[in-house]
């Protein structure tokens, strides 16, 4: 204790005090991962008593999802940053294409009444900026950069200027113009950290920067060599100035060898601070995990009083009404439901929601060689730790080498497939496009459904069909559901169609049904 200073004594016994009597608070406990379910790349900003975050998204249109909640644990999807993007065939599916290299790490801010999001793509290398004042709108196109800002923080500084922070390794700083609509002439173009020259060598990305009583702070992640993602903060007296160094957190949570790593603080209307960061959690993908922050000797330190993340917390603020992040759809309506994403650009003549009343009718448009190529491939996230999702499928107008079904995939696929050989159709159940069992399918209709096991890092999938809703019967092996690089993203729940003999068939989503089973507050 002789080497803690006053200062951050007090703030230490007014942390603890603070998660003391959570039931006597009135901010009821809540669970860590607050979403469970691939939200990566966490940024938020608060503007009044409204908190909204941005995260990618990668290779799904529309893309950069933007966030809105009043608790900091309960988020509903209020818009997307873009509809598509059309920067290279790529996103259309066509000479290639962008898995794991569209949208990502998008940096949100809010300035003079203005919300700002800049993001880079790595496919083709490119940065944008889009601002609106009505975060739940549509979003203009301010410039876009013929290069790729790795992991940026768009800044305002207090005298107007702005810059951005981006790299890897070695965090450079770029100032541009007051218009954002490019570098400056002569502006500040600078190295601000050299990672291995500060004993930092490994992984160091995922720049947030942020200004607090007069100081300048850096949030990055660090992967040391033999450990785990942590997240260290440098703090400067002035922007351009020298750094130094902390470790403000290095913690698994729940999972052994898995930092919760790379994020954001924001603070509370009544002045606390918390810290919403993410964790690598399996095939589920990448989820938001939510922590206190306590100020101590001008450090914003995370976690609680021992600096590790409590599974069980008391919410920062009274809880509101939660809004599903996955929701099931009969498909009544004329326009798509928010929550729903195509896979890469969507051929919008080949489907349809008001052909026939109440159905998604998806269309053939292209011959592909399997499910990653195909276009009009439409999803929605998994959830942990358990979700279970059926689809109802008219098969009646699918022609010869037509394949439709339900998957659950990243990078590689789990697949419920109705599959057209000749005039025959089969229900096949495939694991990375390897068929393990079919049967012979009668009738025009067929329910398909997915049960998905996250719990406890078992990341099993399991497929069953019916005809009735009712009896349900298990076909295929289970299926070992995966992360990897390759998508970048968590598993999808996907309903798709495609040809791979012929144009010109169609099939008919009558509804599309999800369940999931919450994380018990123990």
């Not at 898995?258 to 603080?265: D, L, R, S, T």
């Not at 609680?304 to 939660?322: N, T, Y």
């Not at 079919?438 to 209709?445: C, E, P, Q």
């Not at 099993?460 to 690089?485: E, H, P, V």
Request: proline fraction near 4%; glycine fraction near 8%.
């Amino acid at each position: 204790m002789k080497n803690i200073t006053l200062l951050s004594l007090v703030g230490l016994l007014m942390f603890q005090w603070s998660f003391a009597g959570a039931a006597d608070s009135g901010h009821p406990a809540v669970t860590n991962p607050v979403i469970y379910a691939d939200v990566p790349d966490v940024n938020v900003v608060r503007v009044g008593d409204t908190y909204y975050m941005v995260s990618t998204t990668m290779h799904l249109m529309p893309g950069a999802p933007v966030m809105s909640s009043k608790d900091l644990v309960n988020w509903k999807i209020i818009s997307y940053v873009f509809d598509e993007l059309k920067d290279s065939p790529q996103y259309d599916l066509l000479d290639g294409n962008v898995y794991g290299k569209g949208q990502w790490a998008s940096s949100l801010r809010y300035h003079k009444g203005v919300f700002y999001v800049l993001f880079a793509t790595n496919s083709p290398q490119r940065t944008y900026i889009f601002k609106t004042t009505d975060p739940a709108g549509k979003w203009e196109l301010v410039s876009r950069q013929d290069r790729a800002y790795h992991d940026c923080s768009l800044f305002f500084d207090d005298d107007e200027r702005v810059y951005l922070v981006y790299g890897a390794g070695s965090i450079r700083i770029r100032e541009f113009n007051a218009d954002l609509s490019g570098p400056k002439t002569g502006g500040v173009d600078q190295e601000l950290i050299n990672g291995p020259a500060m004993g930092h060598e490994s992984l160091l990305e995922g720049t947030h920067v942020f200004k607090h009583e007069n100081k300048y702070y850096l949030y990055l992640i660090w992967w040391p060599r033999g450990g785990i993602r942590t997240q260290l903060c440098f703090r400067s007296g002035a922007l351009t100035g020298t750094y130094e160094s902390k470790v403000v957190l290095s913690d698994t949570l729940d999972r052994r060898g898995a930092g919760v790593a790379q994020g954001c603080i924001i603070d509370t209307p009544e002045g606390e601070w918390y810290g919403m960061l993410f964790q690598d959690r399996g095939a589920v993908g990448r989820v938001p995990v939510l922590m206190p922050c306590s100020w101590i000797d001008g450090w914003p330190m995370l976690g609680d009083a021992q600096g590790k993340v409590a599974k069980v917390m008391k919410s920062p603020l009274p809880l509101q009404a939660a809004t599903p992040l996955v929701v099931s759809d009969d498909f009544d309506k004329p326009d798509l439901g928010i929550t729903w994403q195509w896979n890469h650009n969507p051929v919008h003549t080949h489907w349809s929601l008001t052909e026939r009343k109440g159905y998604m009718r998806l269309k053939t448009s292209r011959v592909v060689e399997n499910i990653f190529q195909a276009p009009n491939m439409l999803s929605q996230r998994t959830e942990g730790p358990k979700c279970s999702a059926a689809v109802k499928l008219d098969v009646s107008k699918m022609q010869a080498g037509d394949v439709a079904g339900l998957s659950v995939y990243c990078a590689e696929p789990g697949m419920l497939s109705v599959v057209m050989e000749g005039k025959a159709k089969f229900l096949v159940m495939s694991d990375r496009l390897v068929e393990k069992e079919r049967i012979a399918l009668k009738g025009k209709t067929v329910i398909l459904r997915v049960d998905c096991d996250f719990d406890k890092g078992r990341d099993k999938a399991a497929f069953y069909y019916s005809f009735d809703n009712k009896k349900w019967t298990k076909i295929g092996s289970d299926f070992q559901m995966i992360y990897n690089l390759r998508h970048f993203m968590g598993n999808r729940l996907a309903i798709y169609n495609f040809a791979t003999q012929g144009t010109g068939g169609y099939v008919d989503v009558d509804f599309f049904e999800y369940t999931r089973e919450k994380e018990a507050v123990r």
